[in-house]
């Protein structure tokens, strides 16, 4: 009995709640007579839309700056490699590494900056990358419109100024999502996406097994240890902001593909709060994430979000509750995590 509570605390009793409402949410979707193959697709073609964002969270929280609510600058680096690739007329597979190339270039240089600021603002951390994050979205409001691009789908027909949404039909819209995509008992297998994710987890693993990966690991769990041992803690940290930085900008690319849609202007300000949710939902804290955190979080919060919509108005015939129970969820685990942080650790 005192080993299943210790369980039980360890994994968080707001973790178990929501999993066992999403297993009530299965058994009434079929109870319900639901197309639950189609719903269960949906989930699946949503891990890794959002895995990637997700994913971004764990080199940020193992070098010791928390949960990186600043990730918003990842994804504006996003934006621009495919706002810059679609304007070269980059498609298909060749866009999409042109506008990761040219993600990652702007990640580079924007997270090194962000992390020398997070090292002067130590014990603020989480704080400050909000504030970064929402001043970052801000600004580029206006960049959007004052950037030089002629591109005639992405600019607007008359003025100055990119369109808020961008299709990305005609350049490499879907390009993972339809990649060796299978169906089985009705349920549709986005092959290449779930490949990118899963090889973007490979990376991702192999780096914190690597030395600097452990130092990095070292620095963000015990600073004045890795101190004594030789090692740059700010150094450290201003790696693993990098990472996910770059990993933040490579996402947005995967989850536009998958969207359909490129979406500027104020849409990325609240991404970083849904990944949050997701890996902590996983089991993640604001100082200890794991790959395998990030798989199970996307699952069971993209799982809630979309089987709660079909079943909850279903049930209740009531708009916009399964919007209400999201935003519950999303921010109610954000508040958990933060009120189990002692002293500046989880």
Do not use: H
């Not at 549709?188 to 693993?205: E, Q, R």
């Not at 693993?240 to 979406?263: A, E, K, L, N, P």
């Amino acid at each position: 009995m005192e080993k299943l509570k210790r369980r039980i605390k360890e994994f968080g009793l707001p973790r178990i709640i929501i999993l066992a409402f999403f297993l009530f949410l299965c058994i009434m979707a079929i109870v319900r007579d639901l197309n639950f193959p189609a719903l269960l697709s949906n989930v699946i073609a949503r891990m890794p839309m959002d895995g990637v964002l997700v994913l971004a969270m764990v080199p940020g929280i193992l070098c010791g700056i928390g949960l990186n609510f600043g990730v918003s600058i990842g994804i504006i680096a996003g934006l621009l490699g495919m706002t810059i690739s679609m304007e070269m007329g980059a498609t298909g597979l060749v866009g999409l590494l042109v506008a990761i190339a040219i993600s990652t270039a702007f990640s580079t240089l924007f997270g090194y900056g962000y992390g020398a600021a997070l090292n002067r603002m130590k014990g603020s951390e989480m704080t400050v990358s909000t504030y970064v994050g929402f001043s970052v979205v801000a600004l580029m409001c206006i960049g959007w419109t004052l950037l030089p691009f002629k591109n005639p789908s992405m600019v607007y027909a008359m003025g100055t100024g990119l369109r808020p949404t961008i299709s990305m039909d005609g350049y490499y819209g879907a390009i993972l999502d339809n990649f060796m995509k299978f169906e089985i008992a009705g349920i549709t297998i986005p092959t290449g996406s779930l490949l990118f994710l899963l090889g973007m987890c490979l990376i991702v693993w192999l780096f914190l097994r690597s030395k600097t990966g452990i130092a990095m690991r070292a620095a963000g769990s015990n600073p004045l240890y890795a101190e004594a041992s030789g090692i740059s803690v700010n150094k450290m940290r201003i790696v693993g902001t990098v990472i996910s930085t770059i990993i933040g900008g490579i996402g947005i690319i995967v989850y536009s593909q998958s969207y359909g849609f490129m979406q500027l202007y104020n849409a990325p300000r609240m991404m970083s709060f849904s990944a949050i949710a997701a890996v902590l939902i996983g089991g993640a804290s604001a100082s200890k994430a794991s790959i395998s955190n990030v798989l199970l979080g996307v699952f069971l919060f993209q799982g809630i979000l979309v089987l709660s919509l079909p079943v909850v108005n279903d049930v209740f015939k009531v708009q916009n509750l399964s919007e209400i129970m999201r935003i519950i969820i999303t921010n109610g685990i954000i508040i958990y995590a933060l009120t189990r942080r002692k002293g500046g650790a989880s």
